[in-house]
C-alpha cells in the first residue's frame, strides 16, 4: 500500500531505495547513503518539501549497518510529511551534508556528529556543539556507558 | 585581620558579631547562577506574589564581585562546572552558596554522564533547599535559614582570604 | 594530552584585541542576558556585531540516553524538564507519540483536558517570555505583573496535576487524576486576572517608545532564511508564514476549536512580540471552548496492559493485580517500529520520534527541540546589530536550556 509520494521517489530513484513502508501514517523511505544529497534536493525542489524538520541517527548496536541515519521533512505546500533513513556502517561513517540545501541542517548535523560521531561531508563546521573538547567517545552510541563522567575540573573530596 | 582580632573572644567582640551579623543578613545581594528549570520558581520567588524583598535579599548582582550570596539555580553539568568554581572564587568574603533544587544539591534523577552530582563537588555549600524545584515557600525557608546561619557567625571565625 | 585540554577554561574568555580595530568579546555562559547557558563570542567592530559564534550545551543532561534506560512511564518527569516554562505539552506531546506507537487512542475527556493543560502552558510560556523579555529591556513593572499573571495560572495547574512546574500530568493512555470539581470557577477566575494583567501590560509596552524602538527592526530574518532554518512557531510566524501543527495538522481535538493564528510580516522582534501577545489570547479562547464542550466520562484507556487499574480493582480482581505488577515491572509494551509525533509546543513544533525494539524501555528517543533551530539562526540575526539588541533578540527567540540541550 504505498503512496504517490513513495511510488515517486521509487521510481525516480530506482537503485538507490531500498524499502518503503508507512507505519502509523508515518511514510518513510530507506535509501542508499549515496543518493541521500540527490533524493533530498529532489525533494526540495520537485515535490515541495521546504523545511527539513528534523535530523537525527540511532546507533542499532549489534545490527550491521550500524547507525540509520534519520531525516523528517515537511512540505508547508502540500502539509505532508515524509522520512528519509539511511543505513550507514560503522567502519565508514560518513555521510553527505544537507547544510547546502537547509541551513538549519548545520546544527542538526554537528549534534549528531557530537552525539555518534557520523561525520559529515562538505560540513562548514563540524565541530562539538553539545559535549566540550575532549571529550571522548560518542554518548549516545550504546557502548558507552550511561554513568561514564569525564570531568573537566577535578571534583572535591 | 582587622581592629577586631586585638579584642579576642571578650564582650565587644559579641557587641560586634551581633551588629555586623544583623547588617549583613538583612541585606543580602544574590548571584543568581541560574542554569535550569529552577529558574522558573526562583522567578516566581522574586517577584511580587512571593515578594522576597520581604527578607531584604530581593537585589541580584550579576557581578560576582558585589555579591555576597551564590544562588546556584538548577542542573550543573561536567561542562559547567568550570564556569561556576570560576564564579566563585571571584566572589570576596564574606561569602555563602545556596544549594537551589535538587539538581544542584545531589544532580537529581540526572545521574549520567552529563551531569555533576551536585555542586558540592567543586564548591562549598551553606544551604540546601530541596525540592524539584522547589516552591517558593521553600526557598523563602531556605533564606531564612541562612540567615540563622549567619547570625551565629563570629567575626573572628570567617577566615578572610 | 587530552586531559589537559577538557580542564582548561573555554578559550577566549577574556577581551582580546584583534587587528584592525575588531574586538573579541565574551558574552556568557554566565549572564544574566544568555539565561546562564549560552556563550556567545562576539567579534565586534565599535558596537557593531560583525561576527559571533554561539555556543550552547551548558544544560545538556543526557536527556536521550537516560529515557533509553527507564521504562515509557518513567521518561515522562523527564519530559517535564525539556521546556520548562510548558510542561503540559512536552507531557502531551510524548504521550501522544507513545500512543500512536501503539496505536491507541485515549477517551474524549481525557483529549480535552489535555488541550486545555497545553494551551493553559502555552500562556505561561509566553507569559514568561515577554515577562522576561521587558525586565531585560528595564521595563521591571511588565515583569510583576505578568508573572502575577502566570502564578495564577501556576495555581490552576497545581490544582490539577499537583505541581506547579514539573506536573508530569499525562501517562500513556491517560492522565493521573482528573480535573478537580471547581477547576472551571478557578479558570474563569485565573483568566480575569491574565486579562487585567495582560491589558495592563499591552499600555505599557505596545505602543512604548523606548520598547518599541528596541524590538522593532531588530533580529530580522526573511521568510526565505526561517524556512531554510527550519523554523516553526512564533518566530516563523512573524514572518508571515501561517504554519501552526494545530491547524496544519490537528491532533487531539484542536479541529472542534474556533481560534485563530496570529502572523506577523516584517519577521522582526516586534512581530515575534505581538504574535505571542495574540497567542495569550487565543489560548485562552480555546480554553474556555474547551471547557465549555468537556465531556463526562472517563479519562482513562480501559485496556489494563496499558494503564494502571484503578486501587479498588487491584485489590479485589486477580487480573487487574497482575496487570498492575506487570506495568510497574515491566512498563507498557509498544510494538516494534518507529513513529514521529508532533505537536504544537510554545516556540514551535515539538517533534518526538520514538524507535520501539518491542520491550518496556524506548530503544531510541529523538526530541525535535524546536528552539534548537532558532539558537542555530542566532548567529546570523545578530549580525551587523548592536550589542545591546541581542538582548531582546535572544529573549524574543526564547530560548529554553531544558529544551535546546536536552
Given at each position: 500500500m504505498n503512496s504517490y509520494l513513495l511510488e515517486t521517489i521509487r521510481t525516480k530513484f530506482p537503485d538507490a531505495v531500498l524499502e518503503t513502508h508507512a507505519f502509523r501514517g508515518d511514510e518513510t523511505a530507506v535509501i542508499r547513503k549515496e543518493a541521500l544529497a540527490g533524493v533530498a534536493s529532489f525533494l526540495k525542489a520537485e515535490?515541495?518539501?521546504?523545511?527539513?524538520?528534523d535530523l537525527t541517527a540511532a546507533d542499532y548496536l549489534p545490527r550491521d549497518p550500524r547507525f540509520e541515519l534519520v531525516c523528517h521533512f515537511y512540505s508547508s505546500k502540500h502539509n505532508y510529511r515524509l522520512r528519509l533513513k539511511c543505513p550507514v556502517y560503522s567502519d565508514d561513517a560518513t555521510v553527505v551534508s544537507l547544510t547546502p540545501l537547509w541551513a538549519g541542517a548545520n546544527w542538526f548535523e554537528r549534534e549528531v556528529y557530537d552525539m555518534f560521531g557520523i561525520k559529515f561531508e562538505g560540513h562548514p563546521d563540524l565541530r562539538r556543539i553539545l559535549m566540550y573538547d575532549g571529550f571522548e567517545g560518542h554518548p549516545l552510541r550504546k557502548d558507552y556507558p550511561l554513568k561514564k563522567r569525564q570531568p573537566r575540573i577535578p571534583h572535591r573530596e | 585581620m582587622g581592629l577586631e582580632t586585638a579584642f579576642g573572644h571578650s564582650y565587644l567582640t559579641t557587641r560586634l558579631d551581633e551588629a555586623v551579623n544583623w547588617a549583613r543578613k538583612y541585606s543580602f545581594f544574590n548571584y543568581p547562577f541560574v542554569t535550569a528549570c529552577c529558574g522558573m520558581e526562583f522567578m516566581s520567588t522574586f517577584a511580587?506574589?512571593?515578594?522576597?524583598?520581604?527578607?531584604?535579599?530581593e537585589y541580584p548582582r550579576f557581578s560576582p564581585r558585589q555579591a555576597d550570596v551564590l544562588f546556584v539555580v538548577g542542573t550543573v553539568n561536567e561542562k559547567l562546572a568550570p564556569v561556576l568554581k570560576r564564579v566563585y572564587d571571584q566572589m570576596c568574603e564574606p561569602k555563602w552558596v545556596v544549594s537551589f533544587g535538587v539538581c544542584a544539591t545531589s544532580g537529581g534523577f540526572y545521574d549520567?554522564?552529563?551531569?555533576?552530582?551536585?555542586?558540592d563537588k567543586i564548591i562549598p555549600v551553606d544551604i540546601y533547599i530541596p525540592g524539584c524545584p522547589p516552591r517558593p515557600e521553600a526557598v523563602l525557608d531556605g533564606l531564612i535559614k541562612l540567615q540563622q546561619k549567619v547570625s551565629k557567625e563570629s567575626v573572628l571565625d570567617r577566615k578572610y582570604r | 594530552m587530552t586531559e589537559s585540554k577538557r580542564t582548561e577554561?573555554?578559550?577566549?574568555?577574556d577581551l582580546e584585541k584583534l587587528e584592525d580595530g575588531r574586538l573579541l568579546l565574551n558574552m556568557g555562559p554566565s549572564h544574566p542576558a544568555m539565561h546562564g547557558i549560552v556563550r556567545v563570542l562576539l567579534t565586534v567592530q565599535g558596537e557593531r556585531v560583525v561576527n559571533s559564534d554561539v555556543e550552547i550545551g551548558y544544560l545538556h543532561r543526557g536527556f536521550e540516553k537516560t529515557c533509553e534506560n527507564v521504562t515509557y512511564n518513567q521518561c515522562v518527569p523527564y519530559t517535564d524538564r525539556l521546556n520548562y516554562v510548558s510542561p503540559f505539552i512536552n507531557n502531551v506531546g510524548y504521550a501522544l507519540a507513545v500512543e500512536k506507537l501503539m496505536g491507541i487512542e485515549t477517551p474524549s475527556r481525557c483529549q480535552y483536558i489535555r488541550v486545555i493543560m497545553s494551551e493553559i502552558s502555552r500562556i505561561t510560556d509566553h507569559l514568561t517570555c515577554i515577562g522576561a523579555n521587558a525586565m531585560e529591556l528595564s521595563a521591571f513593572t511588565v515583569y510583576f505583573y505578568l508573572i502575577n499573571a502566570r502564578e495564577a495560572l501556576y495555581r490552576l495547574g497545581d490544582s490539577a496535576a499537583?505541581?506547579?512546574?514539573?506536573?508530569?500530568?499525562?501517562?500513556?493512555?491517560?492522565?493521573?487524576r482528573d480535573l478537580p470539581d471547581d477547576f472551571k470557577t478557578n479558570a474563569a477566575e485565573a483568566f480575569k486576572t491574565v486579562r487585567k494583567n495582560l491589558s495592563d501590560s499591552d499600555k505599557m509596552l505596545t505602543r512604548n517608545r523606548i520598547f518599541y524602538d528596541r524590538l522593532h527592526n531588530t533580529g530580522h530574518i526573511s521568510k526565505e532564511d526561517a524556512i531554510s532554518y527550519s523554523f516553526t512557531g512564533p518566530a516563523l510566524r512573524s514572518t508571515g508564514v501561517p504554519l501552526d501543527v494545530r491547524k496544519a495538522t490537528p491532533y487531539l481535538v484542536y479541529d472542534r476549536f474556533d481560534f485563530d493564528i496570529p502572523v506577523g510580516s516584517n519577521g522582526d522582534n516586534y512581530d515575534r512580540y505581538l504574535v505571542r501577545m495574540g497567542e495569550i489570547h487565543q489560548s485562552m479562547r480555546i480554553v474556555e471552548q474547551a471547557l465549555a464542550q468537556l465531556p463526562d466520562g472517563p479519562v482513562n484507556h480501559p485496556d489494563f496492559n496499558v494503564i494502571l487499574p484503578p486501587k479498588e480493582e487491584v485489590y479485589g480482581n486477580i487480573e487487574a493485580l497482575m496487570a498492575h505488577f506487570k506495568l510497574t515491572f515491566e512498563g507498557v509494551k509498544p510494538p516494534k517500529g518507529e513513529v514521529y509525533q508532533a505537536v504544537e509546543g510554545g516556540n514551535g513544533e515539538l517533534g518526538f520520534y520514538i524507535v520501539s525494539d518491542g520491550t518496556g524501555k524506548p530503544w531510541r528517543l529523538r526530541v525535535r527541540p524546536p528552539c534548537f533551530a532558532l539558537t542555530g539562526a542566532l548567529s546570523q540575526m545578530i549580525k551587523g546589530g548592536y550589542i545591546a539588541d541581542i538582548v531582546s533578540t535572544f529573549g524574543q527567540i526564547n530560548m529554553i536550556g531544558g529544551e535546546l540541550e536536552r
Open positions: 515535490l515541495g518539501f521546504d523545511f527539513l524538520m | 511580587s506574589t512571593y515578594d522576597i524583598s520581604r527578607f531584604g535579599a549520567n554522564y552529563a551531569t555533576v552530582q551536585g555542586i | 577554561l573555554p578559550k577566549n574568555w499537583g505541581g506547579r512546574i514539573t506536573p508530569a500530568y499525562t501517562r500513556v493512555g491517560g492522565l493521573t
